[in-house]
Antibody, heavy 121, light 106 residues
Framework: HLVESGGGLVRPGGSLRLSCAAS????????MNWVRQAPGKGLEWVAS????????NYADSVKGRFTISRDNAKNSLFLQMNSLRAEDTAVYYC????????????????WGQGTQVTVSS | DIQMTQSPSSLSASVGDRLNITCRAS??????LNWYQRKPGKAPKLLIY???SLQSGVPSRFSGSGSGTDFTLTISSLQPEDFATFYC????????FGPGTKVEIK
């Protein structure tokens, strides 16, 4: 179970910190991701963070502005968003990576319900 | 980043139709390719992983094929509950989604 929070209305250039509270699974053993969907657009992967925070990846569109982090003691995932732009307006989803039995192929499941971020003056 | 494209972007179809949706990667991704179905207000649902492996519980009318840069999602006989938007997603390097294919009722 994943529950996002922290969304809201922010002016261009502003900052916002999203949180995702995880429950029902061993959080500290899973890679976690943020995915967003802008109005009328498709799904866009934003960032990925491995279980021990060793491996981090960002989409080019957010690199240098967004920071993904986690607190395994509190079963929580975060997304610090700085220098926000109008094009960052979207519903942001927290999602877990699952692997098949071989441990090689992975996919996103489950997903949270999303939190709305609106960047507007 | 690896870029993903899908075609068509939308289509109209009838119940019982056979559908093919294609996905192309900007570079070879082996079989690191997933397919999801998304209905309004719902979380994306995994249909196919590793290009052709059917996720548990997904009807056998869904199938996937391809490797390298070109992939196909096939629905052998479209059912009323299948009308949705379908996304491909690569997991070879970082992660990227395709732009989606919206399947509407004709």
């Amino acid at each position: 179970h994943l529950v996002e929070s922290g969304g809201g209305l922010v002016r261009p250039g502003g900052s916002l910190r999203l949180s995702c509270a995880a429950s029902g699974f061993t959080f500290n053993t899973y890679t976690m991701n943020w995915v967003r969907q802008a109005p009328g657009k498709g799904l866009e992967w934003v960032a990925s963070l491995s279980s021990s925070s060793t491996y981090i990846n960002y989409a080019d569109s957010v690199k240098g502005r967004f920071t993904i982090s986690r607190d395994n003691a509190k079963n929580s995932l975060f997304l610090q968003m700085n220098s926000l732009r109008a094009e960052d307006t979207a519903v942001y989803y927290c999602t877990r990576e699952n692997y098949d039995s071989s441990g090689e192929y992975n996919w996103f499941d489950p997903w949270g319900q999303g939190t709305q971020v609106t960047v507007s003056s | 980043d690896i870029q993903m494209t899908q075609s068509p972007s939308s289509l109209s179809a009838s119940v019982g139709d056979r559908l093919n949706i294609t996905c192309r990667a900007s570079q070879s991704i082996g079989i690191y390719l997933n397919w999801y179905q998304r209905k309004p207000g719902k979380a994306p649902k995994l249909l196919i992983y590793a290009a052709s492996s059917l996720q548990s519980g997904v009807p056998s009318r869904f199938s996937g094929s391809g490797s390298g840069t070109d992939f196909t999602l096939t629905i052998s006989s479209l059912q009323p509950e299948d009308f949705a938007t379908f996304y491909c997603q690569q997991s070879y390097s970082a992660r990227t989604f395709g732009p989606g294919t919206k399947v509407e009722i004709k």
